[in-house]
Nanobody
């Protein structure tokens, strides 16, 4: 059983920064990819950033240049560094691990950006 636990969500003012963390219960190198998703109230869950087993990182256009996904395989941790936060970044952020056709999810951490 895979467990993903997010942390780091908070209330922050527009223009501020946060770093989200995701702790995995097993070696993250075993996954095809790790990712961060977010879901704002009334919206569908959307992909924010991914990092492949090989280390290739990608971000959604809406956060490119402001968010960075990274990992520490020695600690089985994945991070999302968020800079210059905007009110529209307000959402619950979920950690995701992909293995073949299987997706594993954390319970999420809330990020609220005030204007």
């Amino acid at each position: 059983q895979v467990q993903l636990v997010e942390s780091g969500g908070a209330l922050v003012q527009a223009g501020g920064s946060l770093r989200l963390s995701c702790a995995a219960s097993r070696n993250i190198f075993g996954f095809d990819a790790m990712a961060w998703y977010r879901q704002a109230p009334g919206n569908q869950r959307e992909l924010v950033a991914t990092i492949s087993r090989g280390g290739r990182a990608n971000c959604a256009d809406s956060v490119k240049g402001r968010f960075t996904i990274s990992r520490d395989m020695t600690k089985n941790m994945v991070y999302l560094q968020m800079l210059n936060l905007k009110p529209e970044d307000t959402a619950v952020y979920y950690c995701n691990a992909k293995l073949s056709t299987k997706d594993y999810w954390g319970k999420g951490t809330l990020v609220t950006v005030s204007s």
